[in-house]
T-cell receptor
Framework: GAVVSQHPSWVICKSGTSVKIECRSL??????MFWYRQFPKQSLMLMAT?????????EQGVEKDKFLINHASLTLSTLTVTSAHPEDSSFYIC?????????????????FGPGTRLLVL | DQQVKQNSPSLSVQEGRISILNCDYT??????FLWYKKYPAEGPTFLIS?????DKNEDGRFTVFLNKSAKHLSLHIVPSQPGDSAVYFC?????????FGTGTRLQVFP
């Protein structure tokens, strides 16, 4: 159980185009999903927290107009990189937290997707 | 400012021996700590966690120790197996968020 998928797994695009990445929780409902970014040999950096039915909460330094997040259902969140530039090339990973967390259960942690590698030319 | 630090970027251990991965943190308000394993081009996989009210948690070959006074936790893997070779991240929970360390690459050789 607790499987999270991401699509696409990798994408190459031209500078100036927009790219949408999907994150799905396959066997559980997730009111909260998280989007991370990882540069080579660096840690995972939280970009934003995506809440179902409401606006995402962005971390300091993350441009909300550039990284659009939509969490339209309990199993799907999308990240759109708008007007992508080469410096946006990175590994993007989402995670989902299931409803057990809300009922006070601890130890049910975030379940991560396999990641999406973005290369902007 | 890096709130969660893994000062050893890499560790090499012989198969069958113990692997000890270390992690330090600065924020005393963290209430939960987790270890994740990550292979290249994949998302992290949850391994084991510990609440700040405990000092040890064990799950099979994996044991996590927490020293709150020193703001230090460690992951022990014993016996180490070649399949354990991966990058290990420690993470600390701050409310809804996870703060990750920079990772330690573990290589287990025969």
């Amino acid at each position: 159980g607790a499987v999270v998928s991401q699509h696409p797994s990798w994408v190459i695009c031209k500078s100036g185009t927009s790219v949408k990445i999907e994150c799905r929780s396959l066997d559980f409902q997730a009111t909260t999903m998280f989007w991370y970014r990882q540069f080579p040999k660096q840690s995972l950096m939280l970009m934003a927290t995506s809440n179902e039915g409401s606006k995402a909460t962005y971390e300091q330094g993350v441009e909300k107009d550039k990284f659009l997040i939509n969490h339209a259902s309990l199993t799907l969140s999308t990240l759109t990189v708008t007007s992508a530039h080469p410096e946006d090339s990175s590994f993007y990973i989402c995670s989902a937290r299931d409803l057990i967390w809300k009922r006070g259960g601890r130890g049910s942690t975030q379940y991560f997707g396999p990641g999406t590698r973005l290369l902007v030319l | 400012d890096q709130q969660v630090k893994q000062n050893s970027p890499s560790l090499s251990v012989q198969e069958g021996r113990i692997s000890i991965l270390n992690c330090d943190y600065t924020n005393s308000m963290f209430d939960y700590f987790l270890w994740y394993k990550k292979y290249p081009a994949e998302g992290p996989t949850f391994l084991i966690s510990i609440s700040s009210i405990k000092d040890k948690n064990e799950d099979g070959r994996f044991t996590v120790f927490l020293n709150k006074s020193a703001k230090h936790l460690s992951l022990h893997i014993v016996p180490s197996q070649p399949g354990d070779s991966a990058v290990y991240f420690c993470a600390a929970s701050e409310g809804d968020k996870l703060i990750f360390g920079t990772g330690t690459r573990l290589q287990v050789f025969p």
